[in-house]
């Protein structure tokens, strides 16, 4: 399982589509700004999760839906370089490859077909007779989420990658943890948890360390 924001991209997909809205006159110029601020604490997730859906409400869903794909085709320009490889590796392993993300599902699915993942799962706003209504459906890192996708649960192995402590439950469930350039919070979950912690030029190479193993049986959060 792949979280997308600041592991496969340097920065929000999320946020690249709000300013692609912006800049196509679609939502107010200042309302990127006002998210982004308040994306940077925990304790703010759900407003700016509020905030991005009032600020789309109204619009037409086949608006924004290509509004990402135009924004996608400029963000995959900024994968860093190891993203494909560690996907070929893990589906060449059997890997089921899950691509879950607090952005929004409509760049999400773009990212999600353009790297060849099996499933993907972003966040939901809600639509009526093809509009924004300006509610929130679903995030996985909203307070009380599932953020397991039902094809994750039980499975043999799982093995997650992700940077943040909204990661952290997933990592947590995760019978391979690897923590990819963490912040500052999941550095010393990672540590505490004894989570193998790695940047954009040694990830691969413990990405195949664990698919090696991978047949040894899921023992979650296991000591390093």
């Not at 991209?9 to 912006?22: F, K, N, T, W, Y």
């Not at 997650?160 to 952290?168: E, I, K, P, T, Y």
């Amino acid at each position: 399982m792949l979280d997308l924001d600041g592991t496969l991209l340097p920065r929000s997909a999320g946020m690249a589509l709000l300013e692609g809205l912006a800049d196509a006159g679609l939502v107010a110029g200042d309302v990127p700004e006002q998210v982004h601020t308040l994306l940077q604490s925990p304790d703010t997730l759900e407003p700016a999760y509020l905030a991005y859906a009032r600020a789309i409400a109204g619009l037409p869903a086949v608006a924004v839906s290509a509004t990402a794909g135009r924004v996608w085709a400029a963000q995959r320009r900024q994968l860093f370089p190891y993203v494909r490889s560690a996907i070929n590796l893990l589906k060449s392993q059997d890997f089921t490859v899950v691509l879950l993300s607090g952005s929004p599902h409509e760049v999400v699915v773009h990212a999600g077909v353009d790297l060849g993942c099996d499933v993907f799962q972003g966040a939901r706003f809600a639509v009526r007779e093809g509009v924004y209504t300006g509610g929130v459906e679903a995030s996985p890192w909203l307070p009380g989420a599932k953020h397991l996708p039902a094809v994750s649960r039980g499975r043999a192995h799982l093995l997650v990658l992700g940077n943040s402590a909204n990661d952290a439950a997933l990592l947590s469930a995760a019978c391979s943890p690897v923590a990819f350039e963490p912040s500052t919070e999941l550095i010393l979950l990672a540590a505490e948890a004894g989570w193998p912690v790695v940047d954009r030029s040694s990830v691969l190479t413990v990405l195949l360390r664990e698919t090696e193993v991978s047949h040894e049986g899921c023992q979650p959060c296991r000591p390093r």
